[in-house]
């Protein structure tokens, strides 16, 4: 790290609560959030974080527990998240739109202390509220919440004065199956990715900030929340998205910067397609991350809004950002830019060499957004971190002449077909770029032992016309046959995260039944025994 990227770390608070202090007393009549047309200036989040802590002390919550919000984008949550701060507990933010099977594994794993749900924005977590039988109550800022019962037996964690040890928040990134992971971030891990993302996106108080993507998850909480309110901008924030929403936020509400996954912006180009145009807003960035960006999309975003889709890389272990496409330096291709300030990286062959520039290789990084580990899981962190503080990303990279990153694919999501490598982004992208193709999701299937074959799911365009035929035919000409889908899946929406991140887990369970399910038929029609 060089002499700046040192400065940029001494300037970070110790704690996260001390986001909303400074502003309130920097500027305490400006917005700082605003939700379904009520706003909270820096002096009104202020008081409502220090009546969160009062009400959490109250309900027996101490330094070193962790409390779970279950709920979807409010200001009650992101009060509450400064308030446990305060108080040095963790905060356990979970998506309302979780099942109850998985509310109750995190619960369970997470060992809470209390579980707190934000009835008033979420009919879901009101349902988790009753299944809970959790109490409900109005509070004078926060309105109306649910308080589930105490957890007698939660055992706090040893609380560290600095912030580069003390856990801010427990994040779980398991779908919906699987062990679930709780990644613990510290206060520095989350401060810093704050810091960096509101000096990349060249954020000032005058900015306001489109707040839609889940806070539940680490780009929403991270880069989102605490990077826009780190700078001193407001934050208008949307519980769930809607493309009308979002144009009417866009037209009325003044937003200046829009962050997304690249599954949003081709629901609003589907949407809003010969219906209205942004030519009278305010917008003057737009950034995409949390999933692969394709070409075929960027192109049609960039021609709708008139400026460039920037575009970044990271993962809930990171804090999440890796790498970000920079305001000077804008880039027509898909890469997910230059490796943030203040970090390194490696790109590695599977013996940890590192490997000649512009050779793929998987992407190790280090610096302090790093994790300080999964939570109760020493053996999966240490099967996930490298001698010297290096975290493995899983993600195969490469870089280029210029240092930019390139996502070639997931390791885990390399299909092996016939011994040909098949990176399922590539795939992706031939498809994305047919016109009757809204999204698409590829995985492996399995259908023989060290061999697989790729399946594509696609959701396609109503108002086109497109057989799987002319999908077949149109992606011989795009690829290489070893690369082309064995078989082409129609779906009618994508299983997909609160963020808009499809599910491929889902998807390639779906495959595989399927292929077992045909050769369970052909078994009963070849009149051999089961």
Not at 471 to 483: I, N, V
């Amino acid at each position: 790290m060089g002499a700046q990227d040192d400065a940029l770390l001494a300037e970070l608070p110790q704690r996260l609560n001390e986001i909303p202090r400074r502003w309130a007393a920097a500027t305490p009549d400006a917005v700082a959030v605003s939700e379904g047309g009520v706003t909270w200036t820096w002096h009104e989040l202020a008081a409502t974080v220090d009546e969160g802590a009062a009400l959490l002390r109250r309900l027996d919550v101490r330094p070193g527990d962790r409390v779970m919000i279950v709920g979807e984008n409010c200001t009650a949550q992101i009060a509450l998240i400064f308030a446990l701060a305060q108080c040095d507990a963790w905060v356990v933010n979970v998506n309302a739109r979780l099942s109850p099977r998985e509310i109750d594994v995190i619960r369970e794993h997470s060992g809470a202390r209390r579980v707190i749900y934000t009835v008033a924005v979420s009919p879901d977590a009101a349902a988790h509220a009753a299944r809970h039988e959790a109490a409900r109550t109005t509070l004078a800022r926060f309105g109306e919440i649910a308080i589930g019962a105490l957890n007698e037996s939660c055992t706090p964690e040893p609380v560290e004065p600095d912030g580069a040890s003390q856990v801010a928040a427990l994040i779980y990134t398991t779908g919906t199956t699987g062990h679930p992971k709780g990644v613990m971030l510290t206060h520095r891990n989350l401060l810093f990715i704050a810091a960096v993302s509101s000096r990349l996106r060249q954020l000032r108080p005058q900015d306001c900030v489109y707040g839609v993507l889940p806070i539940s998850h680490v780009y929403g909480l991270a880069s989102v929340m605490l990077g826009t309110l780190y700078a001193g901008a407001a934050l208008h924030v949307v519980p769930r998205y809607s493309p009308q929403a979002l144009i009417d936020a866009l037209q009325d509400d003044g937003i200046t910067v829009l962050q997304g996954v690249p599954a949003m912006y081709a629901r609003l180009l589907e949407f809003a397609r010969g219906k209205w145009t942004p030519e009278k807003t305010r917008l003057r960035f737009i950034y995409a991350g949390g999933s692969p960006l394709d070409p075929t999309l960027k192109d049609e975003v960039e021609q709708f809004f008139g400026q460039t889709l920037h575009n970044g890389y990271g993962m809930t272990e990171s804090s999440p950002t890796i790498s970000q496409t920079r305001i000077d330096a804008p880039r027509r291709d898909t890469s997910v830019g230059q490796v943030i300030p203040g970090i390194e990286i490696r790109v590695v062959d599977k013996d940890g060499a590192d490997v000649p520039g512009g050779e793929p290789g998987e992407l190790w990084v280090r610096g302090p957004n790093v994790m300080k580990g999964y939570y109760h899981e020493p053996e999966l962190t240490a099967d996930t971190m490298r001698p010297g503080g290096w975290l493995n990303t899983g993600d195969v990279v490469r870089r280029d002449a210029g240092g930019a990153l390139f996502v070639v694919g997931r390791t885990k999501e390399l299909i092996i077909r016939s011994g040909f490598n098949v990176y399922p982004v590539e795939v992706e992208a031939a498809l994305n770029s047919h016109p009757a193709v809204t999204q698409s999701a590829v995985v492996g299937r399995e259908v023989g032992e060290g061999n697989e074959e790729v399946v594509a799911f696609v959701e396609l365009d109503p108002t086109r016309s497109v057989s799987i035929e002319d999908l077949q035919g149109y992606l011989a000409g795009q690829l290489s046959p070893y690369k082309c889908p064995s078989e082409i899946v129609v779906m009618q929406a994508m299983p997909a995260a609160a963020t808009g991140k499809i599910l491929k887990g889902q998807l390639k369970q779906q495959a595989q039944d399927m292929y077992r399910a045909r050769a369970q038929d052909k078994t009963v029609k070849d009149g051999r025994p089961r």
